[in-house]
């Protein structure tokens, strides 16, 4: 984790600190053991911050913060009940009113403040997320999408967003910071650990996203292809390009040995026994290995 380099006084981090843990005490989660977790907002370029974010429940996702002279854009609005405190965080970097929020895809860790912000902020995301959200009656969905790519102009920003391709859902989006070499992979990329203390895997939704583990590696290939430095993922610390690329590489690990499994013969009931991705950094079997399972075999036949 990145410390903000605008010196907020040590009081507000424990504050902080001490919100976060009561909120992962109210969501049923064990204190964060381990490793350094901050949700204070941390400046990570010129007119860009993030609201880190660990996990699912306590902290949500990351939120990037992009601070223009004509307003000001976010990526995603972690749970609901954090909005109040975006809304607080965003304003002890800037005055400027938040007129955008851009949703990496539906999960209600990135979308849970959107209905909030909707009285008073355009929400974009792509077709398909907001397909999703309706579909399971989530609240706040965007009211502009795009298929493919699209861009905000604000201030002296463009602030794109891309489609890809499937992966952690059917309704991905990178957002791309292209004067700042920064990209906001959603959960196409999470790393490190939870709040709680467990490790943070990759999620393949093949049931309310359309997920998809086996063309995930090709849509991380393109995000690959941008010119970026530095990624924010969906949860974790702010990565390398290299740091995304070695995540990548264990997508490829993963499908190779669910692969090399079914060529085996083996099946799903002792996938979790026998495809261990321990030294991949996920010793808990990913959600929906299964669902790579039945989409290898497909691919097989
Ligand atoms: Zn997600």
Same mark, same amino acid.
């Not at 007119?47 to 976010?74: H, W």
């Not at 990913?286 to 036949?301: C, I, K, M, N, T």
């Given at each position: 984790?990145?410390?903000?380099?605008?010196?907020?006084?040590?009081?507000?981090?424990?504050?902080?600190?001490?919100?976060?843990?009561?909120?992962?005490?109210?969501?049923?989660?064990?204190?964060?053991?381990?490793?350094?977790?901050?949700?204070?907002?941390?400046?990570?370029?010129?007119?860009?911050?993030?609201?880190?974010?660990?996990?699912?429940?306590?902290?949500?996702?990351?939120?990037?913060?992009?601070?223009?002279?004509?307003?000001?854009?976010?990526?995603?609005?972690?749970?609901?009940?954090? *909005? +109040?405190?975006?809304?607080?965080?965003?304003?002890?970097?800037?005055?400027q009113p938040i007129?955008?929020?851009?949703?990496?895809?539906?999960?209600?860790?990135?979308?849970?403040?959107?209905?909030?912000?909707?009285?008073?902020? +355009?929400?974009?995301?792509?077709?398909?997320?907001?397909?999703?959200?309706?579909?399971?009656?989530?609240?706040?969905?965007?009211?502009?999408?795009?298929?493919?790519?699209?861009?905000?102009?604000?201030?002296?920003?463009?602030?794109?967003?891309?489609?890809?391709?499937?992966?952690?859902?059917?309704?991905?989006?990178?957002? *791309?910071?292209?004067?700042?070499?920064?990209?906001?992979?959603?959960?196409?990329?999470?790393?490190?650990?939870?709040?709680?203390?467990?490790?943070?895997?990759?999620?393949?939704? *093949?049931?309310?996203?359309?997920?998809?583990?086996?063309?995930?590696?090709?849509?991380?290939?393109?995000?690959?292809?941008?010119?970026?430095?530095?990624?924010?993922?969906?949860?974790?610390?702010?990565?390398?390009?290299?740091?995304?690329?070695?995540?990548?590489?264990?997508?490829?690990?993963?499908?190779?040995?669910?692969?090399?499994?079914?060529?085996?013969?083996?099946?799903?009931?002792?996938?979790?026994?026998?495809?261990?991705?321990?030294?991949?950094?996920?010793p808990t079997a990913?959600?929906?290995?299964?669902?790579?399972?039945?989409?290898?075999?497909?691919?097989?036949?």
């Open positions: 984790m990145r410390r903000s380099s605008t010196a907020l006084p040590d009081v507000v981090l424990l504050c902080v600190a001490a919100v976060v843990l009561a909120a992962a005490r109210i969501m049923g989660g064990q204190q964060p053991t381990g490793e350094p977790f901050t949700t204070a907002i941390t400046r990570l370029k010129d007119g860009l911050f993030v609201i880190p974010g660990y996990d699912g429940a306590a902290t949500g996702g990351n939120v990037a913060v992009r601070v223009t002279s004509e307003g000001i854009i976010i990526v995603d609005s972690k749970i609901p009940q954090l *909005y +109040d405190d975006i809304v607080a965080k965003v304003k002890s970097v800037s005055p007129r955008y929020v851009l949703n990496t895809h539906q999960h209600g860790d990135h979308t849970g403040s959107n209905a909030r912000f909707l009285p008073h902020a +355009d929400i974009l995301m792509h077709r398909n997320a907001r397909a999703n959200m309706i579909a399971e009656r989530l609240a706040g969905p965007g009211r502009i999408v795009y298929n493919d790519q699209q861009s905000v102009f604000l201030g002296n920003a463009e602030v794109q967003m891309r489609h890809l391709g499937r992966g952690h859902t059917n309704g991905d989006s990178v957002v *791309y910071f292209p004067d700042l070499k920064t990209i906001h992979t959603g959960d196409l990329v999470v790393w490190g650990k939870r709040s709680q203390g467990t490790a943070l895997t990759p999620f393949m939704d *093949y049931t309310a996203g359309h997920g998809s583990g086996k063309e995930w590696v090709g849509t991380l290939d393109k995000i690959l292809a941008l010119d970026f430095d530095t990624a924010i993922p969906g949860h974790g610390p702010i990565l390398t390009r290299e740091q995304v690329r070695q995540f990548r590489d264990r997508m490829q690990a993963m499908n190779d040995r669910v692969a090399a499994h079914i060529k085996g013969g083996g099946t799903k009931g002792d996938l979790e026994r026998r495809v261990k991705l321990d030294d991949l950094g996920w990913p959600v929906g290995l299964d669902g790579l399972f039945d989409e290898l075999s497909a691919a097989a036949r």
